[in-house]
């Protein structure tokens, strides 16, 4: 049981480069989530997928995109990567974000840098 | 809407001193909270959760949290810090849409 994995753990890209950061997980959870953390500003949500078929924008969603390719796969595209998107992106998952104190699993996070 | 603030962004005490992080909430309806904790090069683990059962919750590693409607607090403790508590720890609180709105972090040192 690997939980959340997320590939790949460390990327450079050059300004105006797309990308996409891959993350899947095995328990059967119904909700997934992108995060980027930044220093000082905890972790911020860019979109999540409550179920499969179904994605909705975060608090900072613009210049991502998002595709939930099944259930237990959630990906994040960056179509043309600029430096404010140097960060640290963390997927998570849950079995349902809409019920009770649902408890959300982290992947071990993908270290981007733009330069 | 919900909110979250973490009172100090480091913290610092000596081995087997007690640990006190800070967490005070923002909320309109009951809430759900959560401590988390990352520790270096790796992703967010659950250390405890808050859900209307208990007021007082142990978590993992010795750690527990009070929850003080009064005071909108849910300050995280653990009676004597080790080495291995050296970490970021981010409170969390669940919006009504059921998305987490974290803290901005506290980075705790724990020195010899």
């Known amino acids: 049981n690997a939980g959340v994995t997320q590939t790949p753990k460390f990327q450079v890209l050059k300004t105006g480069q797309s990308m996409t950061l891959q993350c899947a997980q095995d328990?059967?959870?119904?909700?997934m989530y992108w995060y980027r953390q930044d220093p000082g500003m905890g972790l911020r949500l860019i979109y999540y997928s409550a179920s499969e078929g179904t994605t909705d924008k975060g608090e900072v969603p613009n210049g991502y995109n998002v595709s939930r390719l099944n259930k237990r796969e959630f990906s994040l595209r960056l179509e043309s990567a600029a430096p404010s998107q140097t960060s640290v992106y963390f997927c998570?998952?849950?079995?349902?974000?809409?019920?009770?104190?649902?408890?959300?699993?982290f992947g071990p996070g993908t270290r981007l840098t733009v330069l | 809407a919900q909110s979250v603030t973490q009172l100090g962004s480091h913290v610092s005490v000596s081995e087997g001193a007690l640990v006190l992080l800070r967490c005070n909430y923002s909320s309109s309806v009951p809430p759900y909270l959560f401590w988390y904790v990352q520790y270096p090069n790796q992703g967010l683990q659950l250390l405890l959760k808050?859900?209307?059962?208990?007021?007082l919750v142990k978590g993992i590693n010795g750690f527990e949290a009070e929850f003080k409607k009064s005071e909108t607090s849910f300050h995280l403790t653990k009676p004597s810090a080790h080495m291995s508590d050296a970490a970021e720890y981010f409170c969390a609180v669940r919006s009504n849409t059921g998305k987490l709105i974290f803290g901005q972090g506290t980075t705790l040192q724990v020195k010899p």
């Open positions: 328990m059967n959870h119904n909700s």
């Open positions: 998570a998952s849950s079995v349902s974000g809409t019920r009770g104190p649902d408890t959300q699993y």
């Open positions: 808050y859900t209307s059962a208990a007021t």
